[in-house]
Each structure stands twice: as structure tokens, then as C-alpha cells.
Nanobody, 115 residues
Framework: QVQLVESGGGLVQAGGSLRLSCAAS????????MGWYRQTPGKQRELVAL???????NYADSVRGRFAISRDNAKNTVYLQMNSLKPEDTAVYYC?????????WGQGTQVTVSS
């Protein structure tokens, strides 16, 4: 089993910044990618940013240029630096780890951006 523990969510004013962290532990042997999705009530979970172990990175168009994903492979940790936050970034943010065809999810952390 793989466990993912997220931290760093909270309440911030528009224009502010937050940094999310997600630490993975357990049966980790060959990570393909780590990243972040987000979800708001009544909507599907959507990709925010994903970083493969090969180094490639995908961002949602809505966050490109404002958010930055990074990984510390030695610590099996992924970060999401979120700058210039907007009220529409308000969501529950979920960490994902992909390994051997499986996707493991964190419990989610709430990010609320006030206008």
C-alpha cells in the first residue's frame, strides 16, 4: 500500500500564495509520476499539475504561469507552489502518485481564496 499525506492548504486572499506538500510512504518502488488534481462541489476532479519521473511536466491552462510543481525524489515528496491565487482556484486539492499502472490518492486539502 501507498500512503500520501498532504499539507499546506488554507485560506488566503486573492493575489496571495500557498505551498502544498505531499509526502508518500509505504510500498514505493517505481514512481511514474506525482502531481495534483483539484475538485469543487458538483464538478469532476481536474488535473492541476503532474510531473513525471522522466522530468516532463503538465499544467492545466488555468494555472500555467502561476503554479509550479516540483519533486524531491529522495523524500518521495511533491510540492505545488501556488502564486497569484484567484477565487476560482478555491477547491479541494488532491495529491496523486502513479506507479505500475495504479493511481494512489491523498485525502485532500482545502484551498480557499477570498476575493
Amino acid at each position: 500500500q501507498v500512503q500520501l499525506v498532504e499539507s499546506g492548504g488554507g485560506l488566503v486572499q486573492a493575489g496571495g500564495s500557498l505551498r502544498l506538500s505531499c509526502a508518500a510512504s509505504g510500498s514505493i518502488f517505481s514512481i511514474n509520476a506525482m502531481g495534483w488534481y483539484r475538485q469543487t462541489p458538483g464538478k469532476q476532479r481536474e488535473l492541476v499539475a503532474l510531473k513525471s519521473s522522466g522530468g516532463s511536466t503538465n499544467y492545466a491552462d488555468s494555472v500555467r504561469g502561476r503554479f509550479a510543481i516540483s519533486r524531491d525524489n529522495a523524500k518521495n515528496t511533491v510540492y505545488l507552489q501556488m502564486n497569484s491565487l484567484k477565487p476560482e482556484d478555491t477547491a479541494v486539492y488532491y495529491c496523486i502518485l502513479r506507479q505500475s499502472g495504479y493511481g494512489y490518492w491523498g485525502q485532500g486539502t482545502q484551498v480557499t481564496v477570498s476575493s
